[in-house]
């Protein structure tokens, strides 16, 4: 198994623009989790799925936030319009629902850069 | 409110040697799972080590083992024989049993001089 695969590993874009992060979880892994990791506060968890369903969107921290999942094998996080602010390390990681306390896999990251 | 803490933002340890990282945490739940992650400059999140609370006997994964003191909330790693590849960023985390999510330490930044 490949992992959890995100894309692009970097992003560099011009406050304003609309930015996408791709994720593609383990296969048959039903439970997907977006964080975002910056100095000042650490690892936040932003959305959580179970069965392609968003159950906890808590954390996603205004409006210009939106996380889709079409299907089991696909997620998006898009920030519409992006801020300078917003520039972190996005993850994604899946896990087995079932198994939450077998603990994440991680994806290697994106590296989100608003300039 | 659930917490954890890592109080030593950085360390050192030389190479070959053995060094403790220290986590804390704040929980009034029984039934709980507690984790290590690595965080090389790769990025990629790694995990270590792997503790149920209601496991007395401490975790070990090869170089990396626990102690899980459950009464004072505490979960430190050691690593023994500290090898290059150990530098990196690690984070304690904890789950509580029959929810999805996860606390998260701000991390200790590990080096390993040689």
């Known amino acids: 198994d490949a992992g959890v695969i995100q894309s692009p590993r970097h992003e560099v874009t011009e406050m304003g623009q609309e930015v996408t992060l791709r994720c593609k979880p383990i296969?048959?892994?039903?439970?997907l989790f977006w964080y975002r990791q910056t100095m000042m506060r650490g690892l936040e968890l932003l959305i959580y799925?179970?069965?392609?369903?968003?159950?906890?969107d808590s954390g996603m921290p205004e409006d210009r936030f939106s996380a889709k999942m079409p299907n089991a094998s696909f997620s998006t996080l898009k920030i519409q319009p992006s801020e300078p602010r917003d520039s972190a390390v996005y993850f994604c990681?899946?896990?087995?629902?079932?198994?939450?306390?077998?603990?994440?896999?991680f994806g290697s990251g994106t590296r989100l850069t608003v300039v | 409110a659930q917490t954890v803490t890592q109080s030593q933002p950085e360390m050192s340890v030389q190479e070959a040697e053995t060094v403790t990282l220290s986590c804390t945490y704040d929980?009034?739940?029984?039934?709980?799972?507690l984790f290590w992650y690595k965080q090389p400059p790769s990025r990629q999140m790694i995990l270590v080590i792997r503790?149920?609370?209601?496991?007395?006997q401490n975790a070990t994964e090869n170089r990396f083992s626990v102690n899980f003191q459950k009464a004072a909330k505490s979960f430190s790693l050691k690593i023994s024989d500290s090898q290059l590849g150990d530098a990196a960023m690690y984070f304690c985390?904890?789950?509580?049993?029959?929810?999805?999510?996860?606390?998260f330490g701000t991390g200790t930044r590990l080096k390993v001089l040689a």
């Open positions: 990681a899946s896990s087995s629902g079932g198994e939450v306390g077998q603990g994440y896999t």
């Open positions: 985390a904890y789950y509580i049993s029959g929810t999805y999510k996860y606390i």
């Open positions: 503790q149920e609370a209601y496991k007395q």
């Open positions: 799925f179970n069965n392609n369903v968003p159950i906890d």
């Open positions: 929980t009034s739940e029984s039934d709980y799972y």
């Open positions: 296969s048959g892994h039903n439970s």
